[in-house]
């Protein structure tokens, strides 16, 4: 049977409300607004993707990825799927996120065309229910510690807490969180707000407290910094927006400039890519977090695929925009059950 060709591309703008404000350093927000992008071909079969407005990180809000998709969107009309990922990652020059929303429609549309399901074309063997962790949004100490014990009462105990540029917030906020919840993993997740003086302070003020990770510290560009810090923490470091491309996680693991890497679709330039930097871990025993922007159900369903996929180097799962969802999504694959994330039956 031929290959079924790509017919139609379109876009549509979507918001999704948030339960409460997110905050981190890099920026604040009450909705997650992504531009979800639909590829269908001759036969009527249709894959999604997605990709939120992440300025911030990517460089991309919604009208640059929408002028992007429309930029490059002819090159892949009467193109198999195959044909239009490997022109999408050879020689199409737009952002990350756009290019991630294109990756996942592509191969989502590709795999219906085959008549399979993802979990089968992902080969997924072991479909124990994973972790996810939750966001902790910057805010008083108070107010965070009120909201960390709000999420583990709710059987969430991976804590992903975001802290700032004031360095004495982040060592109270910690250190509180920590004691007062003894059994729960901290996760630290700086988002490039430090100084390399700042990163040592807090590390000095955290050999009593227990201490999953600390994610960025530093901006994405002092590699010698970062690797300072990693040098002399008794945490693990967690390199995030250091690390876009395959070639990104190399230099950083190569010159041990990080314990760890965060893989995120958006980051990389969608699932191609993902798995690419996923192999590479696997062949070199790194530890991963999976993790996300705020994003929607789509991005987020293939993200977990993933996850399930390659659990033997996911140590981390940070893909927990459904639970900060206002109104729970129909469009899931996943139930989240407190921090659980199980396949529906």
């Known amino acids: 049977m031929q290959d079924l060709k790509v017919l139609k591309i379109t876009t549509q703008v979507k918001q999704i409300e948030l339960k409460t404000p997110f905050k981190t350093a890099l920026r604040e927000t009450s909705e997650v607004e992504l531009i979800r992008v639909h590829v269908e071909d001759e036969n009527g079969h249709v894959g999604i993707g997605e990709a939120p407005a992440t300025k911030a990180i990517t460089g991309e809000d919604i009208e640059i990825i929408l002028n992007s998709v429309e930029s490059v969107r002819e090159q892949f009309l009467h193109l198999t799927c195959k044909e239009a990922l490997e022109i999408l990652h050879s020689t199409c020059s737009i952002g990350s996120s756009a290019k991630a929303a294109l990756d996942m429609a592509f191969i989502s549309l590709h795999v219906k065309q085959k008549n399979r399901a993802l979990a089968e074309h992902f080969c997924i063997e072991d479909f124990t229910p994973i972790k996810t962790d939750v ?6 100490a108070d107010v965070m510690l009120e909201d960390a014990k709000k999420a583990y009462d709710a059987d969430i105990s ?50 009593d407290a227990k201490i999953e990770l600390i ?17 002399l923490s008794h945490i693990p470091i967690l390199a995030d927006e250091a690390v876009f491309t ?39 025993n790194i530890a991963c977090m999976l993790g996300s922007m705020l994003e929607g159900p789509y991005s987020i369903n293939i993200a977990l695929y993933l996850a399930f996929a390659y659990r033997d180097v996911v140590k981390y ?3 927990d925009s459904p639970l900060l ?21």
């Open 325 to 345: 969802y206002k109104e729970p999504s129909s469009e899931l694959d996943f139930l989240f059950n407190g921090c659980e994330i199980s396949f529906k039956k």
């Open 246 to 284: 395959l070639e990104d996680v190399k230099k950083v693991m190569e010159s041990k400039s990080a314990d760890m890497i965060n893989i995120k679709l958006m980051k990389c330039g969608g699932v191609t890519k993902a798995v690419e930097i996923l192999e590479y871990a696997r062949e070199k």
């Open 158 to 207: 991976i804590l992903k807490v975001k802290v700032g540029s004031d360095i004495l917030h982040a060592v109270d906020v910690i250190r509180k969180i920590a004691n007062f919840l003894p059994q729960a993993e901290v996760l630290v997740d700086a988002n490039q707000a430090w100084s390399f003086e700042d990163s040592h302070f807090f590390i000095s003020n955290m050999f």
């Open 215 to 231: 994610e960025q510290p530093v901006v994405a560009s002092d590699l010698e910094s970062l690797k300072k810090i990693t040098e």
């Open 317 to 319: 799962v940070d893909l």
């Open 135 to 140: 966001t902790i949004s910057l805010n008083s």
